[in-house]
């Protein structure tokens, strides 16, 4: 969930940019929330000294909260065509499409604000319209390059844009923010024509139905899965929403042109199986796409069995291989054959490894590497590798540091507040805020509640009654433990010394300790207690 803020101008009354504005998802940690972002605080206070939110491209962890912050925001957003489609469309469902000032800024376009002078350049990644950017100032250039590698057939948009990157290095960068996800990996990520081949070979081994599952937003992989598709004469069909949404994109920017028109999914499901193939959303085992329906047999129209077989064409995104195999688990017990990145040349990562990150040190020349877009161990390495290509000058951040750059190099200043807001239901609330603690407390523990009602002089005049929540069954049986509770509780307030009797509170709390207290020799652990008093 990237967020970076460019600060320039005399302490106290600095300009502000925003490059990318993403969001992360949560996980088994995280019940009930799926959405993570930035808390914006810091800026959000500054909105008037926001001059822009200027976008990369689009991957989720570069604008999927656009949509969520601007209100908080309010500054023109600035992205090229392919990525300002989608965020229109995300704006559009949020209701903010009249409200935000979306400016589409052509491949290797020019933004002032302030100043900032920010010039595009043309990278290439796993996405169309991936952008670096040069951002210049009177205090020097920095090169933030967002996502990237060095693709020199990257079959969708121009290779990088070398010349580019030259000038600037000669012209003098003082820092490159630069991607760190691959640091950890010797060579090259590799190019996508290779993954494009071996596809169109794969798919002409097959005899049963085929479904590739890819990332909707690696467009070019999209296009390699239809290029095998017509090599081998299969029709393709598109399983999946987030797949329709890109190929929206896609066909905005003038992709696709050239080829046959898709099928939807019941006219796939009348062809021979040997003449079509599926793309397909959810190659993370997530539970609602399509092709974890499609494994279980709960789609309504695309089904898969013996001799059919699923192309995982992708890479496992660490923290989800245990989906992953599941889903995987269930297509080979339904007899489909599961081929993966570790069988076939069929994935390329699109993030630099270290042949191509120190290609880019050669060319970029920064005498400041600020590495970014990686675990603390990721930016390590990556600062360290910096240093051996003889870059003067290094710092790893942690989220909120504010770096002061300079030509005498990167400087802490500052820590500013940078934590996480969740998306729960449809409130965004900071991460650290007891509710999401409570829920999973509760999901451990189980609740019981007690109510009963009593009179002015404490006499029982309704109740206890007393009620489970996610508690297993004891071997006495539900019935015979909530009577035990009940007497519990009712023993308990009989109990009571007189003179506390009218006090609603010490007769909740004296139910309470009782009902705590017999719990756990029922259930073992101690369930989360809830009474309730109601005066008569
Ligand atoms: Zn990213
Ligand atoms: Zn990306």
Known sequence: MNLNLYGFGPEGREQWIIVDLGVTFGDANTPGVEVIMPDPTFIAARADDLLGIVLTHAHEDHMGAVASLWPQLQAPVYATPFTAYLVRDRLAE?????QVSLHEVPLGGRIKLGSFDIELVTLTHSIPEPNGLLIRTPAGMVLHTGDWKIDPEPLIGTPTDVDALIAAGEEGILAMV???TNVLTEGEAGSEAGVRSELIKLVGEQN??????????NVARLQSAVEAAEHNDRTVCLVGRSMHRMMGAARHVGLFEWAKPFIDEEEAAALPKNKVLYLCTGSQGEPRAALSRIASGSHRHVKLSNGDSVLFSSRVIPGNEKSIFALQNALVS?????????????????????DELRQMYAW???RIAIPVHGERRHLI???????ELQVPHGFAPRNGDMILLCDAGAELVDEVPSGRLHRDGNILTPADHGALRERKKLGHSGVISVALAVDGAGHLRSGPEANLFGLAEPKEGFDQVIDALCDTAQNAVENMPKRNRGDERAIENAVLQAVRRLAPKIWGKRPHVEVIVLPL
Not at 208 to 217: D, Q
Not at 381 to 387: M, N, Q, T, V, Y
């Open 94 to 98: 949020a209701g903010l499409l009249d």
């Open 178 to 180: 630069c991607d760190s």
């Open 208 to 217: 049963g139905r085929v479904a590739v599952a890819a990332f909707a937003s």
């Open 334 to 354: 339904a007899g489909v054959s599961v081929i993966g990145e570790k069988d076939r040349h069929i994935h390329v990562s699109g993030h630099p490894c270290r």
């Open 364 to 366: 970029a020349r920064p």
């Open 381 to 387: 390495e990556h600062a360290k590798l910096a240093r």
